[in-house]
Every structure is written in structure tokens, then in C-alpha cells.
């Protein structure tokens, strides 16, 4: 599996506290090993949102209260696409349709 990080993922990640950017690393790294071991760590609360014919699976990974973590996979390929709250991620959900 190989994994990419869009650059809105980066901007976005960039402007978040540090606090809150380990809490993104962490759940990177927990959605990582869900792939390597098949295994899904408690709370990670993912949820599959929808399937698109271009991006593939597309998910929702929760890193707190607040914030989501955005990535679609096909394949063999896992790509990150945004870290926001819950209304953020709504709207750029709405880039995909």
C-alpha cells in the first residue's frame, strides 16, 4: 500500500495547533496499521462515506471531538485529502460528487 498526502492536507495541517497535529500523525498512524494488520485500533472511528468511480473508497477517520481526517482508497493506494471539522469536510465532500 502506498500513501499520498494531497497539498490542501498539508496547508490545512500546517494551520492546526501542534497539539492537534499529533492527534492527525496518531491517527494516520492508526489508519496505516488498519491497512498493514487489518486491524482497526479502538476509537478510531472511521466510517466509509461513499464510493466514487475516480477516488474509490472514501472515508472519514475521526482525530477528536472536533476534527475528521478525509482520505479515499483504491487499490493499492491510500490518499489523504483534508483535515477539518465536521463542516469542512462536508463542503469538500461536496468536490467529489
Excluded: C, W
Excluded at 462515506?49 to 477516488?55: G, P
Excluded at 473508497?57 to 483535515?83: K, N, P, W, Y
Amino acid at each position: 500500500m502506498t500513501y499520498k498526502y494531497k497539498a490542501r492536507f498539508h496547508k490545512a495541517l500546517r494551520k492546526l495547533p501542534q497539539h492537534e497535529q499529533l492527534r492527525v500523525a496518531d491517527t494516520i498512524d492508526q489508519v496505516v496499521s488498519l491497512f498493514e494488520t487489518h486491524q482497526a485500533a479502538q476509537g478510531l472511528g472511521l466510517k466509509k462515506l461513499f464510493s466514487h468511480q475516480a477516488f474509490g473508497a472514501v472515508f472519514e477517520a475521526r482525530t477528536s471531538l472536533s476534527l475528521r481526517l478525509l482520505f479515499s482508497v483504491q487499490r493499492d493506494q491510500t490518499v489523504f485529502h483534508m483535515v477539518g471539522n465536521h463542516d469542512e469536510v462536508r463542503r469538500f465532500i461536496r468536490t467529489f460528487q
